[in-house]
């Protein structure tokens, strides 16, 4: 479909930033908990790479988020927190200490913060009304390419290189992303010459309570994700027995059909309505999970995964949805927040999963775990109102 935005070329710039951060995201999220465990780790302690990363996150997002609404920018944030990420991996790739690894990974969430919410509020400012939900999935679908080739990337650097190239191979990737959205990207000029609110005014209650049900949803469905964290890798290495390059290969697939999907989700989304499609993406993650838990071969594990990544389809949607439904001089704001009752979920999930795991097992948490986007289900069904048609009362 034809890509159509008020400037292609600062959306061109930025799906190759957005790009390049899900990759070294994939990379992140799928080699670090290996690395731990294969340094001795506990699945307490593997589940603690996804619970400090996302625990900083539920502060980092809203605040910058509220900032570059603040001030009326987005380049600046973007490349700022592309830029400073970079040292981080550099001292990871020197670094053994299990404790050191997580604090560090931890804190590329602090100005990861500012590039997640603006990209995503930049791409609705750069968007025409009938097209914010395709231009989103769009985005959507760059950002889950970039997780998919990341473990499978990762998986193979590791396995020939091992561990410090990856971690120095991951900060010439973000150095990368900073330098292209600095050359490529600007703010749009109505952004710019829209009025200031004072900075305090975007945290009243308020302001969140549009969005509170949408957000509670997502928190909720997500733990069915959450909760196997970065131990459903080692349970895939350790239990069935798929090797790192194997793991990264099945993410990649998995999510690569996301990556095809979403953009025509999105636009659907613009045609029919947010709700069914945000039902949809919960829907995904019932099954995958239970797919999961029969899982004893490669076939079956891939469909799970696929199944499983497009859970994708309610953030995307859920992005749209909420800029439908608040002022432009709110949307990054508005974002950071919906992203960061995301990772309060991921924290929280990651953590409680690896204590279940440590108490009981792996397949007794994938068999719990479809019992929230079910109840997900349930709230979007009976409480959530369509986002369009709020836009038109």
Not at 66 to 85: C, E, N, Q, Y
Not at 188 to 193: E, F, G, K, L, T
Not at 241 to 261: K, Q
């Amino acid at each position: 479909m034809p890509i159509q935005t008020y400037n292609n070329k600062v959306f061109y710039g930025l799906c190759v930033t957005v790009l390049l951060l899900r990759i070294e995201w994939g990379i992140s999220t799928s080699m670090l908990p290996l690395y731990i465990h294969e340094l001795g780790g506990s699945p307490l302690e593997v589940g603690l790479v996804f619970s400090v990363f996302a625990g900083i996150s539920i502060f980092s997002n809203t605040l910058w988020g509220a900032l570059s609404d603040h001030l009326g920018k987005r380049k600046v944030f973007i490349v700022f927190g592309m830029a400073a990420i970079v040292p981080i991996f550099l001292l990871m790739a020197f670094q053994q200490e299990r404790l050191y690894l997580i604090l560090l990974r931890g804190s590329t969430a602090l100005f990861k913060g500012a590039v997640i919410p603006t990209a995503w509020a930049l791409v609705a400012d750069l968007s025409p009304p009938e097209r914010v939900g395709t231009n989103l999935g769009i985005l959507s679908s760059i950002e889950t390419a970039g997780f998919a080739l990341g473990p499978i990337m990762g998986g193979l650097v590791t396995d020939a290189f091992g561990f410090p190239s990856l971690w120095l191979l991951v900060a010439g990737i973000c150095l990368v992303g900073a330098t292209i959205f600095f050359v490529l990207g600007s703010d749009p000029p109505n952004i710019r010459n829209s009025g200031r609110q004072r900075f305090v005014e975007a945290f009243r209650p308020s302001r969140f309570s549009v969005i509170g049900v949408l957000c509670l949803v997502s928190a909720i469905s997500l733990l069915g994700y959450s909760l196997l964290g970065p131990n459903l890798n080692v349970y895939l290495f350790d239990d069935l027995g798929f090797s790192r390059t194997t793991i990264g290969v099945l993410s990649f697939v998995g999510m690569g059909v996301t990556t095809l999907l979403q953009p025509l989700i999105g636009s659907y989304s613009d045609r029919y309505g947010r709700k069914p499609f945000l039902i949809l993406g919960a829907v995904n993650l019932v099954f995958g999970n239970i797919m999961l838990f029969f899982s004893r071969n490669l076939l079956m594990v891939l469909v799970a995964r696929i199944l499983m990544s497009n859970f994708g389809f309610f953030r995307s949607v859920g992005s749209a949805y909420i800029t439908d439904i608040v002022p432009q001089t709110e949307k990054s704001m508005a974002l950071g927040f919906f992203n960061s009752v995301d990772s309060i979920s991921r924290s929280i999930g990651a953590m409680v999963g690896g204590y279940v795991i440590s108490m009981m097992s792996m397949p007794a948490l994938i068999i719990i775990s479809p019992a929230f986007p079910a109840i997900g289900i349930a709230i979007v069904f009976f409480l959530l109102k369509e986002s369009k048609i709020q836009n038109e009362s």
